[in-house]
């Protein structure tokens, strides 16, 4: 038996950083077919997918932040402004994320994360369900991970 010794670090290094996600990457395609035939396809990419909801002053009232990959939507974030809260907005906000993300890039679904003070019983409303329940992340929160098919 051989033994080796390795030196650990935990510094942040970003070219180490890119080195690891190439090569998880080519692991990753080498072992599924699925992500195999993604590679160099218009659906490998992630693009940005912003909506934003403006005042007629023209400041934010709210907005959507996500991006889609691979035939998914994902919602970073999703704010409304509190003097407009209870009017629709998210909802609406939600839903010409969706619109787009279905009819002028494809998607079948869509994921997002939220915790339990903020909205998961709104999103839950809008037709998604709860696929994960993480308790204590972070320390006495619990967030949820929430998906719904577009199709």
């Known amino acids: 038996m051989v033994s080796r010794m390795f ?4 510094e ?3 070219s180490r950083r890119d080195l690891l996600r190439r090569r998880l990457r080519d692991t990753n395609t080498a072992a599924s077919p699925v992500l ?3 590679r160099g396809t218009p659906g490998e990419r992630e693009l940005p997918l912003h909506v934003w909801a403006l005042d007629d002053a023209g400041a934010v009232a709210g ?4 991006h889609t990959w691979a035939t998914w ?5 999703l704010w409304v402004d509190g003097r407009h809260r209870g009017a629709g907005l998210g909802s609406q906000l939600l839903a010409q994320a969706e619109r787009v993300a279905r009819d002028e890039r494809g998607c079948a679904s869509v994921r997002l994360e939220t915790w339990d003070f903020q909205a998961p019983e709104f999103y839950q ?5 709860v696929v994960c329940v993480i308790p204590d992340y972070p320390p006495g929160i619990t967030e949820y991970t929430l998906v719904k098919r577009l199709r």
Not at 63 to 66: A, D, E, Q, T
Not at 73 to 77: D, K, N
Not at 125 to 129: H, W
Request: no cysteine; aromatic share 8%.
């Open 63 to 66: 907005g959507l932040v996500g």
């Open 73 to 77: 939507l994902h919602v970073t974030y």
């Open 125 to 129: 409303k809008q037709g998604y369900d």
């Open 36 to 38: 195999r035939a993604l």
């Open 7 to 10: 030196r650990l670090e935990t």
């Open 12 to 14: 942040v290094d970003t």
